[in-house]
């Protein structure tokens, strides 16, 4: 029988509910394309993981349909002899959800939740009336292996006992040292078991937990620093030079609101390199500096940090600090990111994909494209080198794609600079390889062969020399080039030329291609289409248009779209006339000759391209049928404003621009660009290395 929804549920509190759904839920987008979540019983309608799940997965399903019951009601239903009638309705809701969604994930009651009247067998018992498989989550945290091992039975019969399928048990947060013997001492069992091994960072309090619990005024700071990390909480009640030894990274300062010397000394130890960086300071007493320390704290730009206020007093808000559990939110990038490069670690996917009976589904959404390249990526791991390291955005991706062992990463700068940066940040690069060319051996071996390579064009060897030093993606290519690095990925502060023009002198196009070009993954609701030329050529000509068609054909072959290509232009067959249609209709049969296996039609309109409707009626005689996959836009002009137009106006994702043509995988990126397509980016960037090895 074929699953149609999983229960999950843990006995003890903080065991990772949450962090085993995002795992879960990643899972389930993957394969289909609608998933609900679901949970019987909360204690208040703004339950975070219910937010969590519709924010993060964009779930499109109605709040009041993502939940049963409130703990109150429960206890008074159950109270009052009306437990059957309790049971119907959570029966009645989560078959509605089975009925209009492919899969429903269900995330049980909390220990924070249960009573004297509602204890975790409740959740078993909603388990066996959903009909769903049960996972239980167990919490390692300060165990025993004996201690884990005698729970995970006594559990297991438990859930027998009551008459539900058990389907895994997932032990979580176990110590490291423990990890292995623990594995070892499990025997096999009819069900599937799983171990993850506590991560520290995720155990952390973040500034945003700090500002949610406490309710604090953000006074100064920008709320993208809201997601720095808390080792430890400190009161500062020392002097300034006292304090400055004292005070260790990732530390919270709690002081009070009129210690100016202590909030001055921190904003300008943030920014020395010789201290460790703070993750925030918490004003207490309802105290703010005054106007003139205001107006000097205003001339810092970006600092990095966030500054709260409070109105309790330096005692009374740190015995408030220790009741504040970590949380999630959509917006913990970091956290999300590390939850789910471990959950892929320890989790095997096929496993679990195998055991859900699941069928892979012919629609594809944006986040089972962007699942798949991960995949794809990991499988075949890669090294990618950028070289923009003093943006923001891109060092936020690195940790992002190192945290889920995407790709190896080698970054050029300083590397005081960059992690120094990185500290401000709140981000983690201990994994990532960093190069400075002006201290690196390799610098002078790059300036000898680009030399060697461009002396022909009248380039001297000085020449040659300053530009491996000063140019830092001239230096990324010959890092590719020399397979010191397997990809590039750039463009995130320069412009298309610059990252474009280092590939042609030293990469090069393929023997049988002239121009590189480039496509756009355009991933909407249900499908995902290829637009090229959207970044790179102005105006090509027939013969470059044929090229261009056949290499982005050949892209979309390479990350799983079937190519159909429709040769764009205002005219369908001979409805028009004129030069522009004439190019389209002898880049068309130019194409064809190049590679006679993949379906090309044009002329052709767009809307007789992708609509079977419309196809039927202007050319009902295609062989595109108005399933067009790859389109070809005539110029840039028309393609660059199209991709936009469809990206603002429709929502899709768009994923891109793809360098298509050069020996080697080299990408741009838009200036504008967001750190979800550095990430997707750099993905494609270690497919197509992948593509090119085996070639």
């Known amino acids: 029988m074929k699953i149609k929804s999983i229960y999950i549920s843990s006995l003890e509190a903080g065991t990772g509910n949450l962090s085993v759904s995002i795992g879960l839920m990643r899972l389930f987008k993957q394969n289909f394309h609608k998933v609900a979540f679901f949970r019987p019983v909360i204690q208040t309608v703004t339950d975070n993981d219910i937010n969590f799940m519709l924010e993060h997965f964009g779930l499109k ?45 269900i995330q049980g ?107 604090c005024e953000l006074f100064f700071g920008n709320t993208k620093n809201l997601n720095q990390k808390i080792s430890d909480i400190k009161i500062a009640s020392m002097t300034l030079e006292n304090y400055l030894k004292w005070v260790e990274k990732e530390n919270l300062i709690i002081v009070s609101g009129d210690r100016s010397d202590i909030i001055l000394g921190s904003l300008n130890a943030i920014h020395s390199q010789n201290m460790p960086h703070i993750s925030g300071l918490i004003l207490t007493g309802g105290l703010k500096p005054d106007a003139s320390i205001m107006k000097l704290l205003e001339g810092f730009k970006d600092i990095g940090i966030c500054l709260l206020s409070v109105d309790t007093d330096t005692y009374q808000t740190s015995l408030d600090m220790q009741n504040i559990k970590p949380q999630l939110t959509h917006k913990s990038y970091t956290k999300i990111a590390l939850i789910l490069g471990t959950f892929s670690k320890y989790i095997d996917d096929n496993l679990l994909t195998k055991a859900f009976n699941l069928t892979t589904s012919d629609i594809m959404t944006p986040i089972m494209f962007e699942f798949n390249l991960f995949q794809r990526a990991k499988k075949d791991k890669k090294h990618i080198v950028l070289n923009e390291s003093n943006d923001d955005r891109i060092l936020r991706a690195c940790e992002i794609l190192l945290y889920q062992d995407v790709v190896d990463i080698t970054l050029i700068g300083n590397s005081g600079d960059i992690l120094h940066k990185a500290n401000i940040l709140g981000i983690d690069l201990t994994k990532a390889n960093i190069i400075d060319p002006l201290t ?141 249609v004439e190019l389209v209709a002898d880049a068309t049969a130019q194409a064809k000759k190049l590679d006679k296996s993949i379906i090309v039609e044009g002329p052709i309109q767009y809307d007789t391209a992708i609509d079977k409707q419309t196809a039927l009626k202007k050319s009902p005689n295609s062989k595109l049928q108005g399933d067009a996959s790859v389109l070809i836009f005539p110029d840039l002009n028309t393609g660059n404003n199209t991709y936009k137009a469809v990206q603002k106006s429709s929502g899709a994702v768009a994923i891109g621009p793809v360098l298509q043509g050069l020996n080697k995988p080299i990408n741009d990126l838009s200036r504008g660009c967001k750190v979800v397509d550095i990430v997707n980016t750099v993905a494609i960037t270690a497919i197509q290395a992948g593509l090119v090895i085996k070639d």
Do not use: W
């Open 61 to 105: 399903q109605k709040k009041k349909d993502s939940f049963g019951f409130l703990v109150e009601d429960v206890q008074n239903m159950l109270a009052t002899n009306k437990s059957h009638e309790l049971y119907e309705k959570l029966i009645e809701k989560v078959k509605f959800l089975e009925q209009n969604y492919d899969f429903v994930l």
């Open 440 to 580: 690196s051996p390799l610098t002078d071996k790059f300036a000898n062969e680009f030399y060697n390579l461009r002396k022909s064009k009248g380039i001297l060897l000085e020449n040659a020399q300053d530009i491996m030093l000063t140019n830092s993606t001239y230096f990324a290519t010959m890092m590719v080039y020399l397979n010191y690095a397997d990809g590039l990925v750039s463009g995130a502060v320069g412009t298309t030329a610059d990252t474009v023009r280092p590939a042609l002198q030293i990469i090069k196009t393929k023997s049988n291609i002239d121009i590189v070009s480039s496509v756009f993954f355009m991933c909407f609701d249900t499908k995902v289409l290829v637009y090229g030329d959207c970044a790179i050529n102005p105006s090509p000509k027939a013969k470059e248009l044929s090229q261009i068609a056949i290499s982005s054909a050949h892209t979309a072959k390479q990350f799983g779209i079937e190519p159909k290509v429709a040769m764009l232009s205002y005219s369908t067959g001979v409805s028009g006339i004129g030069e522009d």
């Open 109 to 215: 009651l909390s220990k924070e939740a249960l009573s004297s009247t509602i204890d975790f067998d409740i959740n078993l018992t909603f388990a066996k009336h959903f009909n769903s498989p049960f996972i239980s989550i167990l919490n390692a945290k300060d165990k025993t292996n004996d201690k884990i091992y005698e729970e995970m039975q006594l559990e297991a019969k438990s859930i027998s006992k009551e008459g539900c399928s058990h389907f895994a048990t997932i032990v979580n947060k176990i110590q490291n040292k423990n990890y292995q013997q623990l594995k070892s001492l499990v025997p096999k069992c009819s069900y599937l078991t799983f171990f993850i091994p506590l991560v520290e960072e995720l155990e952390k309090l973040t500034m945003l937990d700090i500002k949610s619990n406490l309710n």
